[in-house]
Antibody, heavy 119, light 107 residues
């Protein structure tokens, strides 16, 4: 049973860089799209981007210049960085897995981690 | 960007009711449409993928239909554990997008 666990600071100051890591346990990191999705309090879900097992990346154009997703396959981890954060980046951040065999649906999710942007 | 619009935004229903939620895409997405259930304080859970395929372990009272731009999620007989928010998501374009969510509340 694959499990995902997000980790990182829960509080980030405005203009700084938000950094989160997702650790994959119980399964392979190959042949999937490893994504980050966020949900501001009381609002809907927003896909931020993904990294494939080959290392290619794809980002949401609305945040593309501020988002970086990278990974270390040997550690079964992938990371998210969002630069120049503002209060609008306050959200629960989820790491997820999208699987081609399910038409790129997100079949496994981490529990989510709340990140607040505040001075 | 492909915009996903769900209706209604919220609904009240009773246990045993048949519930239908609609999701409309701003352009054709074939059947690259997925449905998720989210309970308060929890991560979303995949219910339906490719418009009508039931994810493993999901009760058969959940079903999905549609193709192109119009899709529906149906709960045939609402159970107490089904009160939650439901999200649709398109996987057609390279920028994956979600609907705004539909909250199903107890009447």
């Amino acid at each position: 049973q694959v499990q995902l666990q997000e980790s990182g600071p829960g509080l980030v100051k405005p203009s700084e860089t938000l950094s989160l890591t997702c650790t994959v346990s119980g399964g392979s990191i190959s042949n999937y799209y490893w994504s980050w999705i966020r949900q501001p309090p009381g609002k809907g879900l927003e896909w931020l981007g993904y990294m494939s097992n080959s290392g290619s990346t794809n980002y949401n154009p609305s945040l593309k210049s501020r988002v970086t997703i990278s990974g270390e396959a040997s550690k079964k981890q992938f990371s998210l960085k969002v630069s120049s954060v503002t209060a609008a980046d306050t959200a629960v951040y989820y790491c997820t897995r999208a699987i081609t065999g399910l038409a790129d649906a997100f079949d496994v999710w981490g529990q989510g981690t709340m990140v607040t942007v505040s001075s | 960007d492909i915009e996903m619009t769900q209706s209604p935004s919220s609904l009240s229903a009773s246990v045993g009711d048949r519930v239908t939620i609609t999701c409309r895409a701003s352009q054709s997405i074939s059947t690259y449409l997925h449905w998720y259930q989210q309970k308060p304080g929890k991560a979303p859970k995949l219910l339906i993928y490719s418009a009508s395929s039931l994810q493993s372990g999901v009760p058969s009272r959940f079903s999905g239909s549609g193709s192109g731009t119009d899709f529906t999620l149906t709960i045939s007989s609402l159970q107490p554990e089904d009160f939650a928010t439901y999200h649709c998501q398109q996987g057609y374009s390279t920028k994956w997008t979600f609907g705004q969510g539909t909250k199903v509340e107890i009447k």
